[in-house]
DNA sequence: TATGAATGAGGATTCATTCAT
DNA sequence: CATGAATGAATCCTCATTCAT
C-alpha cells in the first residue's frame, strides 16, 4: 500500500505540476482514498520524501555494484566504469528526474539525497587518498567537492538535456575532467 | 509600478516559502492593490518571469563587461576573468538565486534563463573558434556544452553551498579544466 | 459584512450542533463565499468570539442603564432593579444562549464573557463597600464572588430551563439571597 | 471492555480537546481497536454518555452516603453534611468536570446529569417537606429548585474556579442560604 | 468476537483572479 | 487607471464509521 501510494506520486509528479501534484490527486491515481494516504504518511512532505528515497535507492542499486567492480581497476577504467554506472542509473529514472529536479519546493525534503551525496563524497574522498600520483593531502577536500559536483552534476545535465553529443565523447571528457581534479593541472 | 512590483516579488521570494509567496502578499509588499498587480502582468507566472529576467539582467551587467575586458587577454587569462565575473554576479544574487534555484516548479517559465544560456553558448562558441591548438572542429559543439555547464554550474554550487575552499583556489581548479576542455585531453 | 456573517453565525449556532457550526456552513447562511468570511476574521475561533462580543454588548445595552436608574435607589430596591435587568437581558439572548451555554468548547474564547463578568465584579464590589451595615471589610471579597455568581447563574438557568416559578417570585428570593450575603447572616 | 475504552475516554478527555478527542485516540489509549468500541458503543454519543453516567455515578457514591449521615441530623446539620459531600464529590472529579462544563456540545447527551438532577430534587423536596418551620406548601417547588440550583451549581464553580475563599466561609455561606430559602425571608 | 486497514465526506483555510466602483 | 472586496475552487488533512478477515 505504501508502494501503490509512492508509485502512484512518482507517476503524478511526471505527469503534472509539483504544485498540482495534490495529496487528493495522488490517492486517486493510486486507486485509494484521500484518507488511506495518511494511514501511511504523516503529511504530503513526507510522500515526496519517500519518493526521493526510493529513487535514491534505485540510483544506488545500479551505482554501488558499479563501485565494487571498479574497486580492483586502475584509476583511470575505476572512474569511466563508475562514470558510466552513474550515467546508466541516471538516464532510468530520467522522467522523474526531470520532475524533480528544480521542483522540490523546500530543500528540507533533500535527506535522500544528501544521504546519496554523503556517500559519495566518502567513495571518492577514499579512492583519492588510495591513489598514487594524486594531490596533496592538503586538497584533498578540495579535489573531492569538486569531483563529486563534476560527476553528479554534468550527467545529470547530459541525461536531461540530452545535448547532440555522443555518449562515449562525453564519457571521455568527464572522466578526463575527473582525473585531472584528481592528479592536480 | 512593474517595477514596484518586480522588486516586491523578489523581496518576498527571498522571504518566504515560494508557494506562500502569493499574488496577494507580492502586491501588499508592492504598496498596491492585488487588482492592479494584473494590470501589468498576466498571471502568477509572469511575475516569476519577470523577477527571473531582472535577475538575469543584473547578471549580464556584471558579466558582460568582463567579456569586453578579457577580450583582447590571452586564453587562460580570458577564463579567468569571466569565472571571476560570473562568481562575482552570483555572489550579488546569491539570496534570490537560493530562493529560486530548487524552487521554480516549472521549468517553462525559465525562457529568461535560457537566454542567458543561449548568450553564453554564443560566446564560447565565438571563443574557441578563435582560438589557437584548439580542439578540433568536430568537436566545437561539445567542447561548448561542457564549458557553459562547467561555468555556470559549479559557480552557483559554489555561491550557494559555499564549501570551505578558497575562492582562488577554486577558480584556479575551474580555470584549468574549461582550459583544458578547450585544448582537449 | 463583518455584520452579514456574525448575523449568520448566531443564527447557525441557534439551528445546529456547535460542531456542525462550520464556517462553510455559516459562509451559506450569510449568502457569502467561504473566502469572504476571512476577509474579516482571521479563523473559526474569531467569529464565535465576534458573536459572544455581539451578544455581551446587547446584554450590556440592558443592564448598563439599569445600573443607572438604579444606583440612587437604596439597597433593596438596587439590587431588584438590576436582578429584572439581568433577567430582562438574558431572556432577550435566550436562543443564543442556549446555543453557547455549555457547547462552547474552549474557555480562551470567552473573553468577551470574562468582560462583562469583571464589570459586574467592580459594580457588586463597589456597591457593596458603599452599603452601610453591610458585612466586615474582610469579606467583601468573598461576599462579591458570592453575588455575581448568584446574579449571574440563577437567571440564566431560570431564562434557560424555565422552571415553573412565577417571575416575581424568583426576583423575590434572588434579591432576598443577595441581600443575605451583603449582609451577612 | 466496556470499562476499558470509557476510563480511556475519560483519561483522553482530560488531555486534549473535546474536539481532539476521536474514537481512533480513545481506542488507542484503550489498547483496543477502533472496530471494537463499535461493538459496544453505537456511536462516539455513547462513549461521551457513558462517560458521564459513570462520573455521576463516582459522584453518587460520594453523596448518598452523605445523605444517610445526614438523615437523623437537624436541618443546619443536614444542609451542611451535605453541601460537604457535594463539594467533596466534585473535587475528587474537578479534572474530568472541567474537561466536560463548556465542552459537552450538545444538551441532549446529558440523560446522566439529568438522573442526578432529578434525583437530587426528590431528595431536597422530601427533605423540605418534613422540615418544620419550612416554607409554606405553594412554595415548596420552587424552593426546590432554588435549592438544587444553589446547592450543585455554586459548588461546580467553587470547585473549577477555585476562588480566593476559604472552604469553611463558602460552606458556611452556601448552608445560610439554602436554609434561608428552606424557610423563607 | 476482535481486528485494523480502508473509507470518503467534510472541515478550516488559502489564493489566483475578477469586477464594480 | 487603480482599487480592494469578493470570489470559489482547490488544498491538506481529520475522523466517525465500516467490513473483510
Given at each position: 500500500m505504501v508502494d501503490r501510494v509512492v508509485e502512484a506520486a512518482e507517476r503524478v509528479l511526471q505527469d503534472v505540476d509539483y504544485q498540482q501534484a495534490s495529496t487528493n490527486r495522488i490517492a486517486a491515481a493510486a486507486g485509494?482514498?484521500?484518507?488511506?494516504?495518511y494511514q501511511y504518511f504523516a503529511d504530503k512532505d513526507e510522500i515526496v520524501e519517500a519518493v526521493l528515497t526510493r529513487m535514491s535507492d534505485r540510483l544506488a542499486g545500479v551505482i554501488v555494484p558499479a563501485l565494487h567492480r571498479a574497486a580492483p581497476l586502475d584509476p583511470a577504467s575505476r572512474t569511466r566504469v563508475i562514470v558510466e554506472a552513474v550515467i546508466d542509473a541516471l538516464e532510468g529514472e530520467a522522467g522523474l528526474l526531470r520532475a524533480l529536479i528544480d521542483r522540490i519546493?523546500?530543500?528540507?525534503?533533500r535527506q535522500a539525497v544528501n544521504a546519496i551525496r554523503a556517500r559519495a563524497e566518502e567513495t571518492v574522498y577514499q579512492s583519492l587518498a588510495a591513489m598514487?600520483?594524486?594531490?596533496?593531502d592538503s586538497e584533498l577536500d578540495r579535489a573531492t567537492w569538486m569531483i563529486v559536483e563534476l560527476a553528479s552534476y554534468l550527467p545529470v545535465r547530459y541525461v536531461l538535456d540530452?545535448?547532440?553529443?555522443?555518449r562515449e565523447a562525453f564519457v571521455e571528457d568527464l572522466v578526463d575532467l575527473i582525473l585531472r581534479i584528481g592528479y592536480g593541472p
Open positions: 485509494v482514498s484521500p484518507g488511506s494516504v519546493p523546500t530543500i528540507e525534503q598514487p600520483g594524486r594531490v596533496c540530452r545535448p547532440p553529443i555522443a
